[in-house]
Structures are given as C-alpha cells and as structure tokens.
C-alpha cells in the first residue's frame, strides 16, 4: 500500500474578553456582551487555525508571518490571515486533509453556533465541511474561561504533501 506523505500540526490562541468589542469566532460574528480584545479581530478560532496550518507545512507561526506590532494588520479580519496561510500552503506543495477544533468559551454556550462556524471554516478553506470538526467546551466556571475572562482555542490539521500524491500516479 502506498503510504502518502503526511504533516500533523497544532494551534493554540487565547484572548481577554473586554465589554464592548465584538465577538468573532471562526469568521462568525456572535452576539454576546463582550467580545475578543487583540490587535486584528481577535478571532481565536481562525489564529489557532493560521497557525496549526503553518506549523504543519513547517512554516512558523503566524506572528512571523502578521506581526501584531505591524499597522497594516490594526483592525484586520481574521480571515486575510487564514487565507494568506491557505496560499502559502498550497504554494509549498501541500493540501488540507481535515481540520479539528475546540472552542473553550464559558458563555455563549456555543453548540447552537458550531454548524455555522463549520461552514464558515470550510468555505474560507475552500474544503467539504465534512473535513472539518467544530467542538465547543465551556470551563466548568473554573480558570480564565470558566471565569468568562477570555476564550481560547485549539486546531490541529493534516496535511497531504501534493507532490508525492503526484509520483504515486
Ligand atoms: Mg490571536
């Protein structure tokens, strides 16, 4: 059996909530009280993403690619960062396999937003959203996340290298 060349990768983002700036999730704005401080967006889901994208194809991370000291990227949506990344991974021979996350949020309770986190994700990819995996998971009221002090996240991809798919044909 021909074994494909495969690259795993992990991502981890957190941010403060604050009163008063808007929440975004995978691209998905929520309608919540608070929202995700940060340089750009604050989108933790679509950082977390950019970056266990980039850690696969062994490029980094996403500061090294959108530093937050940089102006241009003030205010940025989140998915400039994701679909550069989705450029840059397919320029470096590599296609996505699948995609899964967990959202760690206290409140809102996310399970009604999973759906449409899941096809704002696989839209943004340009992928079947059966490829990619939503999970939500409060913090039991303990920690910063249960103490509804900030949300974070964590992705992990698969990679297929593109060229070796290529030889094996
Ligand atoms: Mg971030």
Do not use: W
Not at 96 to 103: F, G, Q, S, T
Not at 106 to 121: A, D, M, T, Y
Not at 133 to 150: D, I, L, S
Not at 151 to 168: F, K, P, S, W, Y
């Amino acid at each position: 059996m021909a074994v494909e060349k495969i690259r795993i990768g992990i991502g981890h983002d957190t941010h403060r909530l604050v009163v008063g700036r808007p929440l975004f999730l995978g691209g998905v704005r929520i309608e919540h009280e608070a929202g995700l401080a940060g340089h750009s967006d604050a989108d933790i889901v679509l950082h977390a993403l950019t970056d266990a994208l980039l850690g696969a194809a062994g490029l980094g991370d996403i500061g090294d690619h959108f530093p937050d000291t940089d102006p241009a990227y003030a205010g940025k949506e989140s998915c400039y960062f994701l679909n550069e990344t989705k450029r840059l991974i397919k320029k470096n021979g590599y296609q996505i396999e699948n995609v899964d996350l967990i959202i760690h949020a206290q409140k809102p309770r996310l399970s009604e937003f999973k759906p449409i986190i899941r096809e704002s994700i696989a839209r943004i990819l340009g992928l079947d959203k059966a490829l990619v995996n939503v999970k939500a998971k409060t913090g039991e009221h303990v920690g910063p996340v249960g103490r509804q002090e900030a949300m974070e996240c964590h992705a992990i991809v698969l990679l297929i290298e593109m060229r070796d798919r290529e030889d094996q044909q």
